[in-house]
C-alpha cells in the first residue's frame, strides 16, 4: 500500500468450513470430478486441509518477512530474491509461465534518472541501485473451451520499503522495513489461492497470478505487467489485489475483509453473495481504491479491486510491521474465506461491470510540450 498525498475473537468458523468444504470439493479425486453428489462434509480432512494452509502461510510469511530478506526494498536484489521464492513455488505447483521466454519473472528497467520526488524520497534508505523491478507470473489455463479466453487476475506486491540508513541519534533502532503486513501477507495470499487453485480439478476459466515489484515506489511492476501482459488485458474479467491482510480491521466484524471502490463495479456485492465476507471499506477517506496496484488496470478498464483488512495501524510503513503483529489465525482464514468465492468466479460465465461513474478516469494528460516557436523555421526547405 502506498502513502496518501494529502482483540477480536478471530477464528471464524464460517471461514473454516467454507474453505474446508471447498477443498474437499476441490480435492482431485473421482468422485469430485464426477456429477454425482459430493461426499457428505468430512471434517477430519478439513482440519487436515486448514493445518496444510496454516503452515503453508507461516512458512511463506518467515521467509519473506525474515531480516535477512532486508525489507524487499523496490528494485533491489531482496526483491528479486523474493520474486524467485514466488517463481519457484509457481513452477513446482506445474503452473505455466507468464513472464516473457518461458520465464517466471517479468524484468523491467526504471526510468535513469529516477524523478526528483522519488529520489528525495529513497534517500533515508540504504542506497541501493533502483535500476531494475521484477514481476513474478504465472498461469493457470482454464479448462472450458468457451472460458478459457477469460482471465481473473490475482495479484499483489513483493516490494516493500527496504532498509533506512543508520541514525547516528539512535544506535539500537530497528532499519528492516519487513512489511510482514505490507505486503508480505498478499503475496503470501496469492500463492496459497495458487497452491489450492493448481491441485483441485482446473477452474472453467484462466487464472493469471501476478506478484508485483516496485509498488511502493510508484508501482512500476504493475506498469510493466500492463506494457507486456501475458493476456490481452480485455480478456482480464475481474482483478483482485490482496494487501494487509495479516491482522483483523476493528471497523468491521471479526473475519471480514473489506474490498476498496466495493461501490464501484458489481464485484464485491456478487462475491459477498458467493460467500466471501466482503464489504465496503470503511476507510473511505483513505482513498485506498487508489493506493495501490489495482488502480493502475482499473484506469485501463479492468474491473480491478484491492481485498484488505488494514485498521490503520500505526505499525504501517515502520520497521514495527513484522512478523510479531501477524494475527496468524486471522490472515489463515482470511484466505480461506476467499476460496470459495474465487472458485465460483473462476467457473461462472459471470462478469463484473462498473456501476455508473464507477470506472476511474485516466490521469489528466498533462498538456503537450512547447512545440516548435511558430515562426517559420529558417531552414525550411
Ligand atoms: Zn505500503
Do not use: C
Amino acid at each position: 500500500m502506498r502513502p496518501t498525498r494529502s482483540s477480536r475473537p478471530a477464528l471464524h468458523f464460517q471461514a473454516v468450513l467454507f474453505f474446508a468444504a471447498a477443498l474437499i470439493a476441490t480435492a482431485p479425486t473421482a468422485q469430485a470430478q464426477s456429477k454425482k453428489p459430493s461426499k457428505p462434509f468430512d471434517s477430519a480432512k478439513a482440519q487436515t486441509a486448514l493445518a496444510d494452509l496454516t503452515r503453508e502461510v507461516r512458512a511463506d510469511m518467515a521467509f519473506l518477512a525474515d531480516d535477512d530478506l532486508h525489507g524487499r526494498g523496490s528494485a533491489t536484489r531482496d526483491e528479486h530474491i523474493a520474486a524467485l521464492f514466488a517463481a519457484s513455488q509457481f513452477q513446482s505447483l506445474g503452473l505455466e509461465p507468464g513472464g516473457p521466454a518461458g520465464s517466471y519473472l517479468q524484468k523491467s528497467t526504471l526510468p535513469d534518472p529516477l524523478p526528483e520526488r522519488l529520489k528525495q524520497r529513497l534517500a533515508r534508505f540504504e542506497d541501493t541501485p533502483h535500476k531494475e523491478t521484477w514481476n513474478a507470473i504465472a498461469i493457470l489455463p482454464g479448462s472450458d473451451p468457451k472460458l478459457k479466453g477469460e482471465v481473473i487476475l490475482l495479484t499483489a506486491h513483493l516490494d516493500h520499503l527496504g532498509v533506512a540508513k543508520p541514525d547516528p541519534a539512535k544506535p539500537d533502532a530497528d532499519l528492516i522495513y519487513n512489511g510482514a503486513d505490507d505486503d508480505a501477507s498478499g503475496t503470501t495470499a496469492v500463492l496459497a489461492l495458487a497452491h489450492v487453485l493448481a491441485t483441485g480439478p482446473r477452474p472453467k476459466r484462466t487464472v493469471v497470478f501476478a506478484l508485483f515489484g516496485s509498488e511502493e515506489i510508484g508501482g512500476f511492476g504493475a506498469r510493466a505487467f500492463l506494457a507486456a501482459p501475458p493476456t490481452p488485458l480485455t480478456n482480464i474479467v475481474a482483478n483482485l489485489e490482496f494487501e494487509m491482510i495479516g491482522r483483523p480491521d476493528p471497523a468491521v466484524p471479526a473475519g471480514t475483509l473489506w474490498l476498496t471502490g466495493y461501490e464501484r463495479s458489481t464485484l464485491g456485492p456478487e462475491l459477498a453473495k458467493q460467500g466471501a465476507n466482503l464489504v465496503q471499506d470503511p476507510h473511505p477517506k483513505e482513498q485506498f481504491f487508489q493506493r495501490s496496484d489495482n488502480i493502475a488496470l482499473a484506469r485501463q478498464g479492468v474491473i480491478a479491486h484491492t481485498v484488505s483488512s488494514f485498521g490503520l495501524h500505526t505499525d504501517y510503513h515502520h520497521p514495527s510491521d513484522d512478523l510479531s503483529t501477524i494475527d496468524f489465525t486471522h490472515m489463515t482464514n482470511a484466505i480461506a474465506s476467499m476460496v470459495t468465492p474465487i472458485r465460483w468466479l473462476t467457473d461462472s460465465p459471470w462478469k463484473p461491470v462498473w456501476n455508473p461513474g464507477g470506472k476511474p478516469e485516466l490521469p489528466a494528460t498533462r498538456p503537450a510540450p512547447p512545440t516548435a516557436p511558430q515562426t517559420p523555421a529558417r531552414n525550411a526547405g
